[in-house]
């Protein structure tokens, strides 16, 4: 008898909305932290028309660079075994956030520490594996990743300051960063990492 074979992968699907979201995914930072900041933008598909059932995950450091995770923010119902979303409290690093009707997406957190990006991986409907990518709120020169890339792929990583979307307290504490499934002839694809 011939070894098995693997199953090969399918398509996430759309309904993949139903079970992974969690209230509160978007915000990873306790609500109301002076030091928080908000990454969003849109999920563009090749066309460059919004991906409007798309899944973002993002992982990252807290802001003292550790990497010691907590034992995590989500709460459970004791009675249903449901989530009842996050505990308010507990920063551990980890986001889970839909795109709206129009392709957008937000995520409250706060500046990682010791690296200058987000990992960020991308469901969607048509994408037989996950994509990885990177969110940068800064170009740090010495980033071995980014300094492999020409200047218009670079670009593809870096979030950028929004202007239109910080509080009057913090002028630097939203980013804008878009993410393009595929070239659409005008804007370039954003750079996916082949990870083992």
Avoid: C, K
Avoid at 114 to 138: D, N
Wanted: no cysteine.
């Amino acid at each position: 008898m011939p070894p098995a074979q693997p199953t090969p992968s399918q398509t996430i699907g759309p309904f993949f909305g139903h079970a992974l979201p969690f209230h509160h995914g978007d915000q990873v930072a306790p609500a109301g932290h002076p030091d928080g900041i908000t990454v969003h933008g849109h999920v563009y598909d090749g066309a460059g028309d919004p991906v409007t059932d798309a899944l973002l995950e993002f992982w990252q450091t807290p802001p003292d660079g550790s990497h010691i995770t907590a034992t995590g923010s989500m709460r459970r119902d004791p009675v249903t075994g449901g989530h009842l979303g996050r505990n308010g409290v507990d920063f551990t690093g980890f986001g889970r956030v839909a795109t709206d009707a129009a392709g957008h997406y937000a995520l409250h957190t706060l500046r990682p520490g010791g690296v200058p990006y987000l990992a960020v991986i991308v469901f969607a409907r048509g994408l037989l594996h996950h994509l990885h990518t990177r969110a940068y709120l800064t170009a740090a020169a010495d980033d071995p990743l980014l300094t492999s890339l020409e200047p218009r792929r670079r670009a593809t990583l870096l979030a950028t300051p929004d202007a239109g979307r910080p509080t009057a307290h913090r002028p630097d504490s939203s980013y804008r960063f878009d993410i393009r499934l595929q070239d659409d002839g005008t804007h370039e694809e954003t750079v996916f990492l082949e990870l083992d």
